[in-house]
């Protein structure tokens, strides 16, 4: 099995079912140390998940197994599906979730949090806050409420990500008129994880 850190992913990379079940507590502990790195709460209620190739990786290899997919075309598709979800080295990509645990107040946050996806920003450095482009795959929101999930992609400035891979803070807002916060600069290990993603502009 092939293993990069930029790229989309194709048939060499993942592992046959047999070998995935072989490997796969190994695997899946792997991916939940390399997801704490790449995590951030958003006050009480929202968190991203920066996604990567890793990520995608084991998405693809779960589905792979829970589906017992093996055949070539039906594998195709879901690369086809989870490779737009990867970085490109000047960007980052988002999964948004917006966490309530009752269910009634689930139901009257994403009422009242229509457009939210849209209010998180990032700035990194010295340089004005980014704001994503949401949900390319498909609309998740309608005029009575939005969704708990949102696919979001951060398109940086050659500047940020020399600033970035420079070591520069990174902080993560938002301002929506129903749920405004801001972090504190984010910790190295997640700065220098979220960092990785970028290739050097020069």
Request: proline content about 4%.
């Amino acid at each position: 099995m092939t293993i990069m850190t930029h790229g989309p992913l194709n048939r060499g990379d993942l592992m046959s079912l047999e070998v995935y079940a072989e490997r796969r507590e190994d695997y899946r502990e792997q991916i939940i140390a390399h997801k704490k790195s790449r995590q951030v709460q958003l006050g009480s209620n929202m968190r991203l998940y920066f996604e990567d190739r890793l990520t995608m990786q084991y998405q693809i290899q779960e589905i792979l197994r829970i589906e017992k997919i093996f055949e070539g075309d039906a594998i195709e598709e879901e690369l086809e599906a989870y490779n737009p979800l990867i970085p490109d080295g000047s960007n980052w990509k988002v999964t948004l979730m917006i966490e309530y645990e009752d269910i009634a107040e689930r139901k009257l946050a994403l009422e009242r949090l229509i457009g939210v996806e849209r209010q998180v920003w990032i700035r990194i450095g010295d340089q004005e806050p980014v704001r994503p482009i949401a949900n390319e795959d498909l609309i998740r929101e309608t005029e009575e409420k939005t969704s708990a999930v949102h696919f979001l992609r951060y398109e940086l400035s050659g500047e940020m990500i020399r600033q970035a891979r420079n070591g520069a803070d990174i902080v993560i807002g938002v301002d929506h008129p129903e749920y405004s916060c801001v972090t504190d600069p984010l910790p190295e290990n997640i700065a220098r994880s979220l960092a990785g993603d970028l290739l050097s502009t020069q």
